[in-house]
């Protein structure tokens, strides 16, 4: 049976860790049913003895995957200091460049594991439902502060908003990895970013000159 990882030392996190890297990295280039244990062995550079003390099966190594990359995706830096919508905008540039970069052979795995995981493996599918909601949780609050500084009206849906701009990234990031081109992602992110752009103020109109 493996450790828990609530029972490692600092070096047996560092070990754990790796491994869950080394099948992030599998799983997102070659999908979940093409990263096997013994490719993600290989890739982490463990022996088997310590791929198997870590984790039971496979299947206990795609659930902590999820959950890492689930962190890893909260932890962007243009996301978590989102606060105005000249945030947003960066953001969006962010995510555009970062996939013109690696010509976008990567994406946000949160997806890509919906999209690999079984209907026979509910578990695993509410880890990354669960990953998607807390990604939209955090896009929400990004736009009630906009909304309360008065960026957005004050009727602005900003839930409604945040599953418009979570669905444009992550269905982009699919649509663009399978085309190899980053148009398909800044054309979704863009229509979701007009979409919140509509909700802004509308300035007031100016009185007609007098005389």
């Not at 299947?59 to 959950?67: F, G, K």
């Amino acid at each position: 049976m493996p450790v828990s990882a609530d029972n490692l030392t600092a070096k047996g996190l560092r070990s754990r860790a790796k491994i869950v890297d080394a099948a992030a990295r599998l799983v997102l280039a070659n999908g979940a049913h093409g990263a096997t244990m013994e490719a993600i062995q290989q890739e982490a550079g463990v022996s088997a003895s310590q791929l198997y003390h870590y984790f039971d099966n496979k299947r206990d190594l795609l659930a902590a995957v999820i959950q890492a990359s689930t962190e890893v995706v909260l932890a962007n830096k243009w996301l978590r200091d989102m606060r105005s919508l000249a945030d947003l905008r960066a953001w969006r540039d962010a995510v555009v460049d970062a996939a013109r970069e690696t010509g976008c052979r990567t994406g946000c795995p949160l997806a890509s594991f919906v999209e690999d995981i079984p209907d026979t493996d509910p578990d695993l599918l509410d880890l990354a439902a669960a990953g998607l909601r807390r990604l939209t949780s955090v896009v929400t609050d990004a736009l009630t502060t906009m909304r309360a500084a008065g960026e957005l009206r004050a009727d602005a849906d900003v839930h409604r908003l945040a599953l418009v701009i979570v669905t444009a990234y992550e269905g982009g990031m699919l649509v663009s990895r399978a085309q190899r081109d980053p148009a398909p992602l800044e054309a979704a992110l863009d229509a979701a970013v007009a979409g919140v752009l509509a909700h802004a103020p509308s300035e007031e109109p100016r009185a007609a000159p007098s005389g």
